[in-house]
C-alpha cells in the first residue's frame, strides 16, 4: 500500500510543508511505503524529500492520497480522478480580499482555493483539520465526511540547534525587543503591529526595537507600503532581518522580550507554538485560530488598540509575576503540541481511517 | 506557581487606559497610498532582490500554465449552465490558452536561466573576492618581508 502526500507547493521552512514533510518522516519512520509530490519544490530542498507530481504512480484502490489543501491549484482535477482513498488535511486558505490591490497573483490563487474547497466537497472519506476554526469552515462549506482536529505535527527536536552566535550578541544589549515571525503578508496585518509598536515607543519605552521577521517574497508592494508608514510614522528602530537563516531565526526567539501578533487570519499559526517553545511571552490578537492555537495561554486582545496593545506588552515585559504566570500556562499549552502527543494522534487516526471506521 | 486572574489584569489595564489621553498617530495606514505594479516597479528601480527574484521564479514556475478545465462548483442548475458555456466556448478559448501557456512555459524557462546565471556569477564573484583578499593578505605579507630585508 502506498502512501502518497500530494500539495500544490513544497517550500522552504513554511508551516504546510514543513508538516508534510514530518508526516512523511513519521509514515515511514512507521512501515509505510510513504512519499511526497508536489507541483512546485522549493529548489533548496534535495531530490529525495519531493518529487514533481508528474512522476506520481498510479494509485490502486488500496493505496492512499492525502491532498494538503492551503491554496488554490489545478492539481485537485488529478485528486477528483484518483481512484484511491482520500484524505485531505485542510490548513485553510486566506481570503483573497486581503491581497487585493497588493497582489494580483495571491488575490487569485486565494480565490481558486476558496473555490477548491468547495469543489472538492464529497471527495474525500476523511479531512483534518489543524484547529477547530479550520474544521468548522470545512463543516460550513458543506463537508459531510467526518473532520478531525488535528494540529501541525513539529518536530521540535529542530528547534535545539545552535543560535546565530552574531544575531544574539546584537540583540542581547538589554533593550526590550518585540518579536514577530512570519511571512510579510496583509493578513498578517504586520502594520498593527507597527501601530502598537510606535504607541509603546512613544507612552512606555523609547529605547524597544521591533523585529518584523519573515520573508517579504512576491509582497514587496506591501513591503514598500509598510517601509512608507514607518517613514511617515517617524517610528526608528523597527527592524525587518528579511530572509534569514534558520539559527538566524533561533537566536531572534532566544533574545525576543515579548511576542506581538495582530494577524487577522491564520488557519493555526506555528510562531504562537514557536513562541511558547523559547518561553517568550505571547500578547495576540484574538482572531481565527489564534485564540484555538493559545488555548487559554497568552495575553489575548479583544481590540485592535494600540494602546491597549502597548500597555499589555508592558505589563508582561515588566510584571515578573505576570510573566511567570503566563510562561506557566504556555509551557502547559506547548505539552498538547509536542511531537509525540501529535503524531501519536495523527497515527491513530489516520489508521482509524484506513480500517475505515472513521469514514 | 502563584494563580492570577488574567482577565481582572486586562480590566485593570483596560481602565488605566480610558483614564490616558487618547493616543492619536501622525498618520494611518490607510493613509498611505498604495502603489501600482507599474508605479513599484517604477519605485523600485534598478534594485536587485534575490529573495524576490527566487519567489517570482519559482511561482513562474509552477502556475506557467493556464488550464482550460477547472472542476466546477455550485449547485446543479449553475454547473449545467457553466458546463454548455464551457463547451461553446471551448473552440475559442482552449487554442488561446494554450498559447499562452507555452509562451508562459519560454518566459519561465529564460527567467529561470537569468535566475540560475545571476546565481553562477555571484557565487564566482564571491570565489574571486575570495582570492582577491587572500592574494591582498600574501602581498601586503610579502611587502613586509621586503621591507625588513631592506
Known amino acids: ?359 | 506557581m502563584e494563580t492570577i486572574q488574567i482577565e481582572s489584569i486586562m480590566e485593570e489595564i483596560r481602565r488605566e487606559i480610558r483614564e490616558k489621553p487618547e493616543y492619536r498617530e501622525a498618520v494611518t495606514f490607510e493613509q498611505i497610498p498604495m502603489l501600482s505594479q507599474a508605479e513599484n516597479a517604477a519605485m523600485m528601480g534598478e534594485k536587485y532582490d534575490e529573495e524576490l527574484l527566487r519567489q517570482n521564479v519559482a511561482d513562474m514556475g509552477a502556475h506557467f500554465a493556464v488550464p482550460y478545465y477547472r472542476p466546477i462548483a455550485g449547485n446543479r442548475f449553475k454547473t449545467f449552465f457553466k458546463r454548455v458555456l464551457r463547451k461553446l466556448m471551448c473552440f475559442l478559448m482552449r487554442p488561446a490558452l494554450e498559447e499562452i501557456s507555452s509562451f508562459h512555459a519560454m518566459t519561465a524557462s529564460s527567467m529561470n536561466a537569468v535566475a540560475n546565471f545571476i546565481r553562477e556569477q555571484e557565487a564566482e564573484n564571491q570565489r574571486k573576492d575570495r582570492k582577491i583578499a587572500e592574494l591582498e593578505k600574501e602581498l601586503s605579507a610579502l611587502e613586509q618581508q621586503k621591507e625588513q630585508a631592506k
Open chain 1, 1 to 359: 500500500m502506498k502512501v502518497v502526500q500530494l500539495l500544490q507547493t513544497l517550500a522552504f521552512g513554511d508551516a504546510v510543508s514543513n508538516d508534510a514533510r514530518a508526516i512523511d518522516a513519521l509514515l515511514k519512520k512507521n512501515g509505510y511505503d510513504a512519499a511526497i509530490y508536489a507541483k512546485e519544490i522549493d529548489e533548496r530542498l534535495s531530490r529525495d524529500v519531493a518529487h514533481p507530481y508528474a512522476e506520481m504512480p498510479k494509485l490502486g484502490k488500496a493505496d492512499v492520497l492525502i491532498y494538503h489543501l492551503s491554496i488554490g491549484s489545478d492539481l485537485i482535477g488529478l485528486v477528483q480522478k484518483a481512484s484511491c482513498r482520500k484524505m485531505m488535511i485542510y490548513h485553510n486558505v486566506t481570503p483573497a480580499r486581503f491581497f487585493t490591490g497588493y497582489s494580483d497573483y495571491a488575490e487569485s490563487l486565494c480565490r481558486l482555493g476558496a473555490e477548491d474547497v468547495k469543489a472538492l466537497n464529497h471527495t474525500f472519506g476523511y479531512c483534518q483539520a489543524d484547529s477547530d476554526f479550520n474544521r468548522q469552515e470545512l463543516l460550513d462549506a458543506g463537508y459531510d465526511c467526518l473532520v478531525d482536529v488535528r494540529p501541525i505535527l513539529i518536530p521540535f527536536e529542530d528547534y535545539a540547534g545552535e543560535p546565530d552566535k552574531e544575531t544574539v550578541a546584537r540583540y542581547s544589549d538589554g533593550r526590550t525587543n518585540i518579536l514577530f515571525v512570519g511571512r510579510l503578508a496583509p493578513n498578517k496585518k504586520q502594520e498593527d503591529v507597527i501601530r502598537a509598536f510606535a504607541c509603546y515607543k512613544k507612552t512606555v519605552d523609547p529605547h524597544a526595537r521591533l523585529i518584523l521577521a519573515g520573508s517579504a517574497g512576491g509582497m514587496d508592494l506591501y513591503k514598500n507600503r509598510l517601509d512608507a508608514y514607518i517613514k511617515a510614522l517617524g517610528v526608528e528602530d523597527v527592524i525587518f532581518p528579511g530572509h534569514i537563516s534558520f539559527p538566524q531565526i533561533l537566536a531572534l526567539y532566544r533574545t525576543a522580550s515579548v511576542f506581538l501578533c495582530m494577524s487577522e487570519h491564520e488557519g493555526f499559526c506555528v510562531p504562537l507554538v514557536e513562541a511558547m517553545y523559547f518561553d517568550v511571552p505571547i500578547v495576540a490578537y484574538g482572531a481565527c485560530a489564534v485564540p484555538g492555537t493559545l488555548g487559554g495561554s497568552g495575553l489575548l486582545l479583544d481590540k485592535k488598540n494600540p494602546m491597549l496593545a502597548a500597555a499589555v506588552t508592558d505589563r508582561v515585559v515588566t510584571d515578573g509575576t505576570l510573566r511567570a504566570f503566563v510562561l506557566e500556562k504556555q509551557r502547559q499549552r506547548l505539552a498538547d503540541f509536542s511531537y509525540e502527543t501529535v503524531s501519536a494522534l495523527f497515527l491513530r487516526q489516520f489508521e482509524t481511517f484506513l480500517k475505515g471506521e472513521n469514514q
